[in-house]
T-cell receptor
């Protein structure tokens, strides 16, 4: 089992370009989340989903879109990349209840 | 809004000593609190979870306390080793899928 897989691992974008960060899981966990991590800022929640067809905003949702059409996938879309979106992005999955979260290995995004 | 505060300054200790990390939260009442470890370039890894009705939880050299009156959790690593050097993150949680983290405390254990 792969667990939580994020692609790509690294990406460089030009300002204004769009792209989708992929997150796929084979753990059959209902909850999925996207975080960004900047130096000194810890993990900040962008969007999360409690199941297929259900998404909600986190702490820093502006500039990002998500959708959840299947249990396995939770893509994060940047419609018009900005330098402020340069960061490391982590996807996490979790089951309902008193459970731990499992993280992907991260995507390092640079917007120039 | 919910706020979580961890020691922002790095914690430097000598091998063999006990490391104590603090997590304070305001404006909500979590049913439980999780602690994670993060190594450079990697995603966080779960360590321990403590519920609001538990005062203390232990796992090997790790100990976590949870004081709902003070709105604080303390995370202890006894007999620390250089391999314990990492960033430690706390996450007070109320279920529902919205898992928010503190900014983390970087621990450095010197031999």
């Amino acid at each position: 089992n792969a667990g939580v897989t994020q692609t790509p691992k690294f990406q460089v974008l030009k300002t204004g370009q769009s792209m989708t960060l992929q997150c796929a899981q084979d753990m059959n966990h209902e909850y999925m989340s996207w975080y960004r991590q900047d130096p000194g800022m810890g993990l900040r929640l962008i969007h999360y989903s409690v199941g297929a067809g259900i998404t909600d905003q986190g702490e820093v949702p502006n500039g990002y879109n998500v959708s959840r059409s299947t249990t396995e996938d939770f893509p994060l879309r940047l419609l018009s990349a900005a330098p402020s979106q340069t960061s490391v992005y982590f996807c996490a999955v979790q089951s309902p209840g008193v459970t731990e979260a499992f993280f992907g290995q991260g995507t390092r995004l640079t917007v120039v | 809004s919910q706020k979580i505060e961890q020691n922002s300054e790095a914690l430097n200790i000598q091998e063999g000593k006990t490391a104590t990390l603090t997590c304070n939260y305001t404006n909500y009442s979590p049913a439980y609190l999780q602690w994670y470890r993060q190594d450079p370039g990697r995603g966080p890894v779960f360590l321990l979870l403590i519920r609001e009705n538990e005062k203390e939880k232990r796992k090997e050299r790790l100990k976590v306390t949870f004081d709902t009156t003070l709105k604080q959790s303390l995370f202890h690593i006894t007999a620390s080793q250089p391999a314990d050097s990492a960033t430690y993150l706390c996450a007070p949680y109320n279920q529902g899928g919205k898992l928010i983290f503190g900014q983390g405390t970087e621990l450095s254990v010197k031999p």
